[in-house]
Nanobody, 123 residues
Framework: QVQLVESGGGLVQAGGSLRLSCAAS????????LGWFRQAPGKDRAFVGT???????DYADSVKGRFTITRDNAKNTVYLQMDSLKPEDTAAYYC?????????????????WGQGTQVTVSS
């Protein structure tokens, strides 16, 4: 059973940056596709981006060019670098994993989830 723990959330001003981390335990992430999702109050959980086994990435249009996902298999950790943050990026951010080459953009495609970390961007 894979456990995921997110960290790095907080309060930041618009235009600022944050880096979220997602540390995995209970298994290696080398054969996991990792995804990031976010959920704002009153809204559905939304796809942010994903990284496959080989480091290939895909992003939601709303974050392309601002957010970057990387993985460090040696540290069993995946990162979400968020730059040029906007107030509309405010949400709880969740890390997810699935033992498949590519996880995709649907939350239903992921088997394991972290507890989330809050990101608040002030204007």
């Amino acid at each position: 059973q894979v456990q995921l723990v997110e960290s790095g959330g907080g309060l930041v001003q618009a235009g600022g940056s944050l880096r979220l981390s997602c540390a995995a335990s209970g298994g290696t992430i080398a054969f996991l596709s990792l995804g990031w999702f976010r959920q704002a109050p009153g809204k559905d959980r939304a796809f942010v981006g994903t990284i496959d086994w080989n480091g290939g990435t895909d992003y939601a249009d709303s974050v392309k060019g601002r957010f970057t996902i990387t993985r460090d298999n040696a540290k069993n950790t995946v990162y979400l670098q968020m730059d040029s943050l906007k107030p509309e990026d405010t949400a709880a951010y969740y890390c997810a994993a699935v033992p498949r080459y590519r996880g995709g953009s649907s939350a239903r495609g992921y088997d394991y989830w972290g507890q989330g970390t809050q990101v608040t961007v002030s204007s």
